[in-house]
């Protein structure tokens, strides 16, 4: 599991911590899910980092290599994406100096994308090496911006930004969709990836409703009806992911299903659905529950390869 990819651990415990937080708004669910979720996401994106920035030190040039890196490269943007997350989530407890924070991860996240995007551009990536993962620079973390922005009350930076993450939507995932349908069949690796179909349009939806606040126009009912479509192909998908080896790639799993369930909370409120706060909070069940899964398969998963290891040094030994 190459660095970068472990950066989706702490990105799907913020994207779960976004869902209970639109739960707390609109359900009134209890604040500590939410606040637990956003810390322990913290704590590891801050253990992550001071590892990755530690290992850069002893090796020079170790970013600028990983940006490169043809299937890792993408997840160059997990560092700041995550640091948006959760710098607009605290912005609310330490104003101003989170939104100057929150601004500053943004910046980060530009300046990575621009990086990547300037080393696609310039031939640095085969055809054959693009997964969905490519969507997540550019398009999902615009959205993500986007939403950062209109947390700390940058309207006109979060529609601004907005335009940015639909045209490298269509760029981009025009590009990605091109590869999967003409390229071959991805790698059992690269699968997990497919879920990038569903983080744009979910992310792309809680940016818009949250820019614009009131009754859904037609723009927040077509994207609803693009990530509609989207949550169906994961379904149809199913079958292959249920074939995957687990490893802890599958917490790229994870930030979909919390984005997905973060708008469907904010739209079923919004709507008159008979019985939508049921459906509300069976929807954020799931999603709870998939994602500490996923923690305890990787618990799991870890506490089998460190005896297997330990049983393999004392036959060395032996």
């Known amino acids: 599991m190459h660095a970068l990819s472990r950066f989706g651990i702490p990105l799907g415990l913020a994207g779960l911590g976004g869902g209970w937080s639109?739960?707390?708004?609109?359900?009134?669910?209890?604040?500590?899910?939410?606040?637990i979720l956003y810390a322990?996401?913290?704590?590891?994106?801050?253990?992550?980092?001071?590892?990755?920035?530690?290992?850069?030190?002893r090796r020079k040039g170790t970013f600028r290599s990983d940006l490169k890196h043809e299937v890792a490269?993408?997840?160059?943007?997990?560092?700041?994406?995550v640091g948006i997350l959760l710098s607009s989530h605290y912005s609310q407890y330490l104003p101003p100096w989170g939104s100057w924070v929150c601004g500053a991860f943004i910046a980060a996240l530009a300046i990575v994308a621009a990086q990547l995007l300037a080393?696609?551009?310039?031939?640095?990536?085969?055809?054959q090496s693009i997964h969905p993962g490519y969507l997540l620079p550019a398009v999902a973390g615009s959205f993500v911006a986007s939403i950062?922005?209109?947390?700390?009350?940058?309207?006109d930076a979060a529609?601004?930004?907005?335009?940015?993450?639909?045209?490298?939507?269509?760029?981009?995932?025009?590009?990605?969709?091109?590869?999967?349908?003409?390229?071959?069949?991805?790698?059992?690796?690269a699968k997990p990836g497919l879920t990038a179909y569903l983080a744009a349009p979910a992310a792309a939806n809680i940016a818009w409703m949250v820019s614009h606040p009131g009754p859904?126009?037609?723009?927040?009912?077509?994207?609803?009806?693009?990530?509609?479509?989207?949550?169906?192909?994961?379904?149809?998908l199913l079958a292959e992911y249920r074939k995957l080896r687990f490893t802890p790639a599958f917490w790229v799993f994870t930030?979909?299903?919390?984005?997905?369930?973060?708008?469907?909370?904010?739209?079923?409120?919004?709507?008159?659905?008979?019985?939508?706060?049921?459906?509300?909070?069976?929807?954020?069940?799931?999603a709870t529950a998939f994602t500490l899964a996923i923690a305890a398969r990787t618990a799991a998963s870890r506490g089998s390869r460190t005896q297997r290891d330990k049983s393999h040094t004392v036959n060395e030994g032996g």
């Open 119 to 127: 080393h696609w551009v310039t031939a640095g990536v085969s055809m």
């Open 73 to 81: 490269g993408p997840f160059a943007s997990f560092v700041p994406l």
């Open 148 to 155: 950062g922005f209109s947390i700390i009350h940058a309207h």
């Open 216 to 236: 859904m126009g037609a723009v927040q009912l077509g994207l609803t009806g693009v990530l509609a479509i989207m949550t169906l192909l994961q379904v149809m």
């Open 22 to 35: 639109a739960a707390r708004s609109y359900l009134g669910a209890p604040l500590w899910p939410e606040e």
């Open 255 to 286: 930030f979909p299903v919390g984005a997905t369930t973060n708008y469907a909370i904010r739209w079923l409120a919004a709507t008159s659905l008979p019985g939508r706060e049921v459906y509300a909070w069976t929807i954020l069940g799931l």
């Open 159 to 189: 529609i601004a930004t907005f335009g940015v993450g639909m045209f490298f939507w269509l760029l981009v995932g025009t590009v990605v969709t091109v590869r999967l349908m003409t390229g071959g069949e991805l790698t059992p690796a």
């Open 40 to 57: 322990t996401a913290t704590a590891m994106w801050l253990v992550l980092t001071a590892t990755y920035v530690f290992r850069g030190l």
